[in-house]
Structures are given as C-alpha cells and as structure tokens.
C-alpha cells in the first residue's frame, strides 16, 4: 500500500510539470487547440454541433487536409513547396481541358494526377540536381504553373458535370462524405509510408541531416525528388476533389489554400528545419483552421476579420514550436 501511495503522490507532480512545461503544449498545439474551438463555438453557437455543420466542416477540411499531407512531406525532407495551390489549378484546368475534348472523366482524372505529379517532379529535380533553392523553384513555379492555367484556358472556367464527379463530392458511406474517406485513406497511408517503410526513414534522415543521410548511403537527390512529386500528386488530388465540389474547372488559383497547407503543417507541430514531425499533426491543423473559419461565420464575425484571426493562431503555434524538444 506504501508503495503504490507513493507511485501515487510522485506521478501527481510530474504530471503537473508536464503541463507546465511549453514543450508539451507545442508537441500538441493542434488538438488542444481544436478541443477549445469545439467546446467554445459549441457553447457559442448552437447550431455548430449539429450533425449537418460537423459534417460540412469535414468535407470542406477534406482539400486542405489532403494538400497539408503532401506540404507535410517536403517539409519533413527540409523543403517548402509554395507552388501546390497553382499546381492544383493547373491539374483542375487540364481535367477541364481533356473534358471539353471528349475525354472521360476518369481518364481526366488520370491526366491531372499525371500532370500535377510532373510538376512535383520538375520542383524536386530542379532543387535536389540544379541546386537552386526550394524557395526560389517553387515560388517560380507558382507563377509558371498559374501562368500556364490561365494560357490553357483562356482564363474562362469550364463547366464540369458528369456521374462520377457528382458521386465524389455527394457520396457517402455509413453518413460519410467521400472527400472525407478519400482524405483519411489518404492520410494512412501517409502515416504507414512515412513511419513504417524504409522510403519513410529515409524522409526523415534526409530532413535530421542530409549529411549523414548521405554518408549512410541514402540518395538524398531521389528522396527529395520523391517528396516534391508527392506534393504533386496530392496537389492533383485536390483538383479533382475541389472540380467535384465546385462542378467547374476555375483557372484562378486560390492561395488560401497554400496558406492553410502550410499553416497546418506549422500546426501540427512539423519541424519547419525538417526531419521532425506527423501526419496526424498536420491533418488535425486542417480541420482546426476549417472549424475556425466556421465557427466565426456562424457568429456573424465579418469576412474581412478571419485571416486576421487565423493569422495570429498560425503565428502563436509557430512561436510555441520553439519549445518544441
């Protein structure tokens, strides 16, 4: 009895300098800020907690969950990839393009993950063979690739309509939507690449130290390469979910979307000095800003006031990661 007593007492103080400790609150900054959100709108708000509003955040956290994982990859192989919102454009125009001439809509689905997956690769070749900077590549990119959309179209969206679409952005399964399966199916395999394969360690030895990733052998070239063209594809993956729910290719890309990527990456708790991080993190980022933005217009908190909101979130979880251990 003395001894469990004393198990006892000593767990109760340690526990307490656990949650004294910053590096705690840094390591789970995305679900403790999400349990907050949850219970402060749903006392706030009455119709937040309603079956059919969690369900339309799911759906809507669905696009930027999915691109955060891919965001998650270059970060965690000590890269940044700011070209994902223009790529995904690029992929939805070419879905939109490849229709117009009578292709199947499954095929265009294969010809933007095609397309968006070469632009990945053309990132990862130019900063892991050409040297340049992952800023400098992407950045350009982003231009490039937004460029090329506006080219290909005209700068005119292209109405799209066809079953297939209309089952991925209306479908569900035992009441879930099937952005939402597609961007949790997503998300493990994600986690079992990163955490349970040998690509996976070689992602995160490449991010520690490329250095001693390279002195063990690792091709750090193709490691890196193989992460901006996972971005990629999940960039493609996200135009097709975003043309099934919009029912359109637009050619104007929306940089809030590589805002939110990379602000749920930040979120999540991932090392921005790579080799460091999760998916789960990242994913649970997502749904946060989702149910952020959310729950403010459900109060009436005007428009113009929410990036400023997620903002300040955004910047207050990038201060805490510098307690991260």
Known sequence: MAASTSVNMDSTPALGARLRDLSFWAEWTALVGLVALLVIF?????????????????VAAAI??????GEAFVVLGKGIDLSMASTMTLG???MGQATLLGVDAGW?????????TLVGGLNGLFVAKVKITDFVVTLGMLSAAQGAALIISDGKPVTLISPLLL???TGQLAGIGYPVLIALAIAVVAHVTLF????GTHVLAVGGDIEAARAMG???DRIKIATYMISGFLAGVGAILIVARLGAAEPAADTKYLLDAVASVVLGGVSLFGGR???AGPVTGAVLLTVLVNGLTLLSVEQYYQPLVVGIVVIAAAALMRYQR
């Open 277 to 279: 991080g999760s998916i």
């Open 92 to 94: 939805a125009v070419m």
């Open 196 to 199: 349970h394969t040998r690509f």
């Open 42 to 58: 749903g006392i706030a708000s009455p119709s937040f907690l309603t079956p059919g509003n969690i369900a339309a955040v799911l």
């Open 64 to 69: 930027p969950a999915t691109l955060c994982i």
């Open 167 to 169: 089952t991925i952005s």
């Open 218 to 220: 690792i091709n750090t």
């Open 108 to 116: 265009a689905c294969l010809l933007t993950l095609v397309v968006t």
